[in-house]
């Protein structure tokens, strides 16, 4: 019995499928369903316009609240944000999740 839509198969099988690529790229992290990174200065940005493209979604996770708007600006089109940020005050600069959503 499956409890997930066809999409979140198709993702899941992708992702199960790509181990090996994503364990060999620098900051791309495989976030369940779907591709993420945890360094924007890792990360290969046609890669990430390719996966939007594809699946429809890609996620940023630990992203200092201070490069939010470098990934506005280099993803410009997309439609649709979900952005979580820690309410935790810390020593550390802020950090965010934000998974980007292309449907």
């Known amino acids: 019995m499956t409890y997930c839509s066809k999409k979140q198969q198709r993702l899941q099988r992708r992702s199960d499928e790509a181990q090996t690529m994503v364990a060999a790229s620098p900051g791309l992290v495989q976030a369940g369903r779907f591709y993420s990174t945890d360094n ?3 990360i290969d940005w046609t ?3 390719e996966r ?5 979604v890609f996620g940023f996770r ?9 990934i506005r600006e280099r993803l410009g089109g997309t439609t649709r ?6 309410a935790k005050p810390r020593a550390a600069p802020q950090r965010s999740s934000m998974h980007l959503n292309s449907e």
């Open 40 to 42: 924007l200065d890792l």
């Open 81 to 86: 944000w979900t952005c979580k940020t820690s």
């Open 62 to 70: 630990t992203v200092p609240a201070m490069r939010i708007e470098d």
């Open 47 to 49: 890669f990430v316009d």
């Open 52 to 56: 939007l493209a594809k699946d429809g």
